[in-house]
């Protein structure tokens, strides 16, 4: 793999956007790590929770959006009663995940594809929390 | 909506300066207000305040006179309820100061107009807060007219 | 005639950054009173001061402004300078244009503007100023220490080698306080015991200390020099003088339930008991929830077998009422409450243990004479786990926001300890960043890592799962962004340091503030570190903010210092700024006594001539010395008899009208 030089940019509209969007403060983490190391849906992350933080630290946007981190994050908020530092996590996964969704085109989910997934017998309640996560 | 109503009371008193004058307890607050500067946290210029050994210390006379001479805001800080370095100075200064403050409010003297809050040495943040909080509620109201003394201009 | 001499300070470009010093001057040529106006880089320097000096003889000023920083910060050298040149020092007068103006606006021009405001307001307040002389008190030669940890222990003892009288109030039974917990120190490992316990015994042996300990300090009135206090010497049931310290009560008690404090709760001790082997004073106490005697009645085993007879179970609680110049606070620190945290399972798992206890396990002293095993079976342990920042930094209403600052170093003691004891066993450190700022700090934990070997991992533990024999920890290690999984049979985690919880009592009994995180606070962060703001009551050790060892006795010898120079003087100058008393207008209605914190208003009846008869009138009185000079009476007065000097009601009247201008 090929390494490039990455420019750290925090002035980007995205940081902003996504400080809006979930009101939560970047600048607090510590990168302790605490959040991976208790994080029950890691095994689906390519980028570790701690990491995605500093990825923000340094205006590494581009990198998560394609991630497949922010699509994998249950919300479960065991990171955030763990963190000493009080960062809502699941709240920059959902602000990383609408960034994605509110550009025109994009859908996580098809709804057409919705009766098929029910065949597969996925619970009701996932298709449901699927449609607030993943469709505009 | 209340910032976008709040735009309107500033444009109609264009140019409108508050002036706001702090009384500060020397032990508490006016050190709060030293941190305040000591960690560089900004509050309008608008804000003057004056020393005084504790905040029990302000006579009801003080406050008058400020909005007589043409104060919009008059604010009295001390130390909390039990940190008071006179022991209860700032108990007597809640209770005298409760009572001005039906006073000004049967006189016709906004609410906002007049704040007592407790400010610790170590709470330049909150001081600053404070600061703010007070004169942006002051910038709402306009300038204060009802005390004024008519032959003092400012 | 007032002749105003005005000094506006630059401070370096401080003030002249965002102040136009010009305009300010401009301004102020045209106040009546005002005769000379001076501008000058920095007038709290030598230079500057002179020019106060000079224009005080040359140019015949008789009221000084000086437009600088805080009055809490040079309000007394100016006052001094003006002594220096002749003139009352109470007719200088302080405009804060730095802190209240420079620091906090951007804008010049209001800058300047409020700049020029304030500085016409003190004008204002300096034309009224009245010359004030200061009354003298005379000073107790006694100091009051509360709590005997290093901190208390070290300051009585430099104030009793300087000769004076030192009370040392704990309320344990014993002194020593954390420091006798500890196996060794960092960062020289030499024992903890072995360097604190002839400080004790210098200290009992003391002929200048007198030791009140298992007391409390229950009430504090008075001021600097006269401080009265009342402390409650709780019942000991033994009495202290008959009592030969021999141990045949502790050792044949037959309640043998409680848990002991000083053990950190890992072994039990006797309802009688001394809290460790070399206590000071060397007298056991009765705790009377456990011991069988109290709460039956029937046992009585300790009296029986006492050979002199030491034993009192009818010992009632004593209050002594003493008189002390200072007081020095030095009640210390507390680990916080770990129920809170349940991924690291403390209170569901023995083997999960806290830096103190950890301590304990490890001293020879200890309750496992020095060999570490495990809480749950004994056995020795092959992989320890240590994770610190638990609650440090810790933002959440579970922690604190604050570094705790001694967990780095005792963690890397701990591992070291571990590591030199038993080679064949594994440490591994969790940490968020390793903080070694100190003399030969960064040394030893580098020593910990290269050659003890112990592990240190950045990152942190997510939960410890308790499993049948062992814990499983898991955790990550930040850096490569690797998961990891370990399998310890010994977990310490590294708890966040609190104020006491009694520090909020004794901040109000001692009329001294706290902080946010409920530490006492010191009279100014960098100048003034060992005073608090009351004067005559100084800070030693962690119940100041997080200290180690070293920093806590080179604090509790300052506050020795500041101490005994209030002892050495035979009078202390009162503050002058006091209420007064216009008698010819006082009505006599007494409102002000009930005011009174200080009871310093008393009632006089004085004679007065009226028409050619002489009658006797009722006045209110001020004792000059007493009076602290709030200002609380001067409100309460109906007929407005009663004035404050230095801070007169025509004083601020006259700033306000200066500042509403």
Request: glycine share 8%.
């Amino acid at each position: 793999m090929l390494r490039e030089k990455i420019t750290p940019d925090t002035t980007k509209k995205e940081i902003g956007q996504i400080s809006e969007i979930s009101d939560e403060k970047i600048l607090d983490c510590l990168q302790c790590g605490k959040c991976t190391a208790g994080c029950p849906a890691i095994h689906g992350m390519d980028i570790m929770p701690h990491q995605v933080i500093r990825l923000l630290q340094l205006g590494q946007v581009d990198k998560l959006l394609a991630s497949t981190t922010i699509w994998g994050c249950a919300a479960c908020f065991t990171c955030l009663s763990r963190c000493p530092r009080k960062v809502d996590l699941s709240k920059i996964m959902e602000a990383l995940r609408l960034i994605v969704l509110r550009t025109k085109g994009n859908q996580r989910l098809e709804i057409d594809k919705v009766p098929e997934l029910l065949a597969k017998q996925i619970p009701q309640q996932a298709i449901v929390s699927g449609f607030r996560k993943y469709v505009k | 909506m209340s910032v976008i109503a709040s735009d309107a009371v500033i444009k109609k008193e264009a140019g409108f300066e508050p002036l706001i004058v702090a009384f500060c307890c020397n032990w508490c607050s006016y050190a709060g207000a030293d941190l305040a500067g000591t960690s560089r946290l900004n509050y309008p210029a608008n804000i003057k305040i004056i020393r005084v050994p504790c905040s029990c210390r302000v006579n009801a006379n003080f406050v008058l006179r400020a909005f007589q001479r043409g104060a919009d805001g008059v604010i009295i800080a001390g130390c909390h309820p039990g940190d008071c370095h006179y022991m209860t100075g700032n108990y007597y200064t809640r209770r005298r100061m409760s009572l001005l403050k039906n006073l000004l409010e049967f006189i016709g003297i906004e609410e906002a107009r007049f704040k007592i809050d407790w400010i610790s040495a170590s709470e330049g943040n909150k001081f600053a807060e404070v600061m703010n909080d007070v004169l942006a509620k002051v910038h709402q109201l306009g300038p204060n007219r009802k005390l004024r003394d008519s032959r003092w201009r400012r | 005639m007032q002749r105003v001499g005005v000094f506006i300070c630059w401070c370096g470009t401080n003030i002249s950054s965002t102040v136009n010093i010009e305009q300010v001057v401009a301004a102020l040529e045209n106040i009546p009173g005002v005769v000379y106006i001076k501008d000058y880089q920095y007038m709290c320097s030598e230079i500057g001061q002179n020019l106060v000096k000079d224009a005080i003889k040359e140019q015949n000023i008789n009221r000084v402004v000086v437009a600088s920083c805080s009055p809490r910060m040079h309000e007394a050298t100016f006052r001094k300078a003006a002594a220096a040149a002749g003139l009352n020092p109470y007719l200088v007068e302080i405009a804060n244009i730095r802190e209240h103006c420079s620091w906090v606006h951007k804008d010049k021009e209001a800058a300047t503007q409020k700049a020029i405001s304030l500085t016409r307001a003190a004008v204002a307040k300096a034309i009224l100023n009245e010359q004030l002389i200061p009354g003298e008190v005379g000073v107790e030669k006694r100091a009051l220490v509360i709590g005997g940890g290093i901190a208390g222990i070290q300051t009585a003892l430099d104030i009793a080698e300087a000769g004076y009288q030192v009370d040392l109030v704990e309320k344990t039974p014993s002194i020593g306080g954390k420091m006798a917990q500890l196996d060794k120190t960092f960062p020289t490992l030499d024992c903890s015991a072995c360097i604190l316990t002839p400080k004790m015994v210098d200290l009992a042996l003391n002929s200048k200390i007198n030791l009140y300990s298992y007391s409390e300090v229950t009430e504090v009135n008075g001021f600097v020099g006269n401080f009265e206090v009342t402390i409650n010497q709780k019942a000991r049931s033994i009495e202290m003088e008959k009592c030969t310290g021999c141990g045949i009560c502790l050792a044949k008690c037959p309640a043998k339930k409680a848990l002991s404090e000083f053990e950190e709760g890992l072994a039990k001790r006797a309802a009688i008991y001394t809290p460790f082997p070399q206590a000071v004073p060397n007298v056991p106490v009765i705790d009377r929830e456990t011991c069988i005697k109290f709460v039956t009645g029937k046992c009585g085993l300790c009296a029986k077998l006492c050979p002199t007879g030491a034993i009192d179970y009818e010992q009632k609680d004593q209050i002594v009422n003493q008189k002390y110049g200072v007081i020095i606070v030095a009640t210390g620190y507390d680990l916080i409450n770990l129920d809170r945290f349940g991924e690291y399972q403390y209170l569901d798992h023995p083997d999960i243990i806290t830096g103190l206890e950890f301590e304990r396990l490890v001293n020879a002293a200890g309750p496992t004479g020095g060999k570490l095993v495990r809480p749950s079976d004994q056995k020795q342990p092959k992989k320890v786990v240590f994770i610190q920042c638990v609650g440090s930094r810790d933002k959440s209403e579970r922690g604190k926001a604050y570094c705790s600052k001694i967990c780095c170093m005792y963690t890397a003691k701990h591992a070291m300890l571990l590591r030199d004891k038993y080679p064949d066993c594994e440490a591994y450190v969790f940490y968020i960043d390793v903080r070694t700022a100190g003399k030969g700090f960064e040394e030893f934990q580098r020593r910990a890592v290269e050659n003890y070997g112990v592990n240190y991992i950045k990152g942190m533990v997510g939960k410890i799962f308790p499993g049948d024999n062992q814990l499983q920890v898991n955790g990550v290690d930040a850096l490569s962004g690797e998961l990891l999984q370990l399998e310890a049979d010994l977990v310490v985690l590294a708890a966040a340091t609190q104020a006491k919880p009694e520090a909020d009592e004794v901040a109000r009994m001692l009329s001294i503030s706290i902080d946010r995180d409920r530490f006492f606070t010191e009279a100014h962060p960098k100048l003034r570190p060992v005073e608090t703001h009351c004067a005559g009551i100084y800070l030693a050790g962690a119940c100041q903010g997080p200290k180690d060892i070293p920093e806590t006795v080179a604090q509790a010898s300052a506050a020795a210092t500041k101490a005994i120079g209030v002892l050495s003087k035979n009078k202390l100058v009162n503050n002058p700024c006091v209420a007064k008393v216009e008698q010819a207008v006082c009505s006599g209605c007494l409102a002000c006594i009930k005011i009174c914190p200080y009871e310093a208003i008393t009632e006089q009846v004085i004679e007065e001539k009226t028409r050619g008869k002489v009658r006797l009138r009722r006045v209110a009185e001020v004792n000059e010395t007493l009076c602290q000079g709030c200002g609380g009476c001067t409100v309460a007065c109906r007929p407005g008899a009663i004035d404050l000097k230095g801070f007169s009601n025509q004083q601020i009247l006259a700033e306000v009208d200066a500042i509403c201008r």
